[in-house]
C-alpha cells in the first residue's frame, strides 16, 4: 500500500453528503445493535456503504468510523470498543489485526506549513496494519503509518512513524521496547 501523503486540502461536497447519509443510518441502524448477534448485520451495513470487510471480522457498535468506503478489514480483524476510525483515506487491517478499546486511528492532519483553514490545509494518507499485530488500549496511530507483522503497540502509545515486523514499541512518541520472540501455535520464529 502506498502512504505518500496527499493534500486534498478540504472535504470535497459529495464526501460531505455521503457521510450525512452514513451519519443517520450510523445512529439508527448500526449502533443501536451492540451485541455478536448483530455482527453480521453490523457488517452488511458497512459493506453497503463500500467496506471492503471479511464476514469473520468483528467491528464494535460504539466504534466511530467516518468513512466506511475507505475501510478494509481482513479475517477475524477487529476494531474493539470505542475506536475512532477517522479514516479520511484508507485504513487497511489484515487478517488477525486487533486494535483495541479506544484507540484512535487518524488519517487526516493539517500541513503545518500552511496556516490552519477549512479550505486548503487538509492532507491525508492510509494507516496500514499489517497481519497478526495487536493495537493497545488507548494507541493513536498517525496518518502514513504502517504497522509491522505481529507487531505490537502498546497501550497509550502515540505512533507517527512506521513499525517494523515483529516489534513491540510504546510511549509518546513510541520507542521500541523490544523484539518478539513468538513460539508455540505453529508461529516459530527462526530469524533474528
Request: cysteine-free.
Given at each position: 500500500m502506498d502512504l505518500t501523503k496527499h493534500t486534498p486540502g478540504h472535504v470535497a461536497l459529495s464526501v460531505k453528503a455521503k457521510r450525512a447519509v452514513w451519519n443517520v443510518v450510523c445512529f439508527c441502524l448500526?449502533?443501536?445493535f451492540p451485541t455478536k448477534i448483530f455482527r453480521p448485520w453490523r457488517i452488511f451495513l458497512?459493506?453497503?456503504?463500500?467496506?471492503?470487510?471479511?464476514?469473520?471480522a468483528e467491528v464494535y457498535a460504539s466504534v466511530r468510523l467516518w468513512a466506511p468506503w475507505n475501510l478494509q478489514m481482513g479475517h477475524r480483524a477487529c476494531l474493539g470498543p470505542d475506536v475512532i476510525c477517522y479514516n479520511q483515506d484508507m485504513v487497511l487491517l489484515e487478517d488477525d489485526v486487533v486494535v483495541s478499546q479506544y484507540s484512535y486511528l487518524c488519517?487526516?492532519?493539517?500541513?503545518?506549513?500552511?496556516?490552519?483553514?477549512?479550505?486548503?490545509?487538509?492532507?491525508?494518507?492510509?494507516i496500514w496494519i499489517r497481519e497478526k499485530a495487536w493495537i493497545g488500549s488507548k494507541a493513536f496511530i498517525g496518518l502514513g503509518v504502517c504497522i509491522g507483522k505481529a507487531a505490537v503497540v502498546g497501550a497509550t502509545a502515540s505512533v507517527y512513524k512506521s513499525v517494523e515486523d515483529y516489534l513491540v514499541v510504546g510511549g509518546n512518541p513510541a520507542k521500541i521496547l523490544k523484539k518478539r520472540a513468538l513460539k508455540g501455535a505453529g508461529y516459530e520464529r527462526t530469524d533474528s
Open positions: 448500526f449502533r443501536p458497512l459493506k453497503l456503504f463500500g467496506a471492503k470487510v471479511e464476514w469473520d488519517t487526516a492532519s493539517h500541513d503545518v506549513d500552511m496556516l490552519n483553514t477549512a479550505d486548503d490545509s487538509l492532507i491525508t494518507a492510509p
